[in-house]
């Protein structure tokens, strides 16, 4: 019963450097998403996906890329990093668009 | 369009007081409606669902009620307990739209025994 696995857990980056986010599920859902969370706050859409080879922008994309080759997979990529992507990252799952969201366990992501 | 506006927090109850958080959506057509919960250091997990008009969602003794009338999704548990203290998300999903998932900006709950 592994849902929605992502890795790494923590993660301290200096500014300037490049990291992938790894998001993974085994339920063969076609929507997937990536959402993160300042402290004290919601959250916030960066990505999503509605399939395989089909992404789209959410709400804060500016600094990051996706891509979706696979269903199972969908990896966030952050380029040239920022103090301002501090943050906690979820990579969330459902199976339509009117099911519920599965999410993973976060990846706390801390650019100094 | 279409929105989720939910209870200010923080809210500090006292072990087996009575909860209400409310929420309130805008949306056009019929929505389904959820609340889920987040503990401390963890992912949000679901916690209750309504997909139509007067259904009533339910989980461990919490509760809420898709009032279509009044557009809202309060969230109500008779009696919390410390194990409780988590922020709630009240979340709609649209009818329409590829991006048709929207969220409140959470209440954290805090239970004191």
């Known amino acids: 019963n592994a849902g929605v696995t992502q890795t790494p857990k923590f993660r301290i980056l200096k500014i300037g450097q490049s990291m992938t986010l790894q998001c993974t599920q085994d339920?063969?859902?076609?929507?997937m998403y990536w959402y993160r969370q300042d402290p004290g706050m919601g959250l916030k859409l960066i990505y999503y996906s509605v399939g395989a080879g089909i992404t789209d922008k959410g709400e804060v994309p500016n600094g990051y890329n996706v891509s979706r080759s696979t269903t199972e997979d969908f990896p966030l990529r952050l380029e040239l990093a920022a103090p301002s992507q501090t943050s906690v990252y979820f990579c969330a799952s459902r199976e339509n668009r009117a099911g519920e969201l599965f999410f993973g366990e976060g990846s706390r992501l801390t650019v100094l | 369009g279409n929105s989720v506006t939910q209870m200010e927090g923080p809210v500090t109850l006292s072990e087996e007081a009575f909860l209400t958080i409310n929420c309130t959506y805008t949306a056009t057509g019929y929505p389904s409606l959820f609340w889920y919960v987040q503990y401390p250091g963890e992912g949000l997990q679901l916690l209750l669902k309504a997909t139509k008009a007067d259904d009533k969602g339910s989980n461990k003794g919490f509760e809420a009620t898709y009032r279509k009338e009044t557009t809202s999704f309060h969230l109500e548990k008779g009696s919390v307990q410390v194990s409780d203290s988590a922020v709630y998300f009240c979340a709609l999903s649209a009818q329409t739209g590829a991006n048709n998932l929207f969220f409140g900006t959470g209440t954290r709950l805090t239970v004191i025994p």
């Open positions: 339920m063969n859902h076609n929507y």
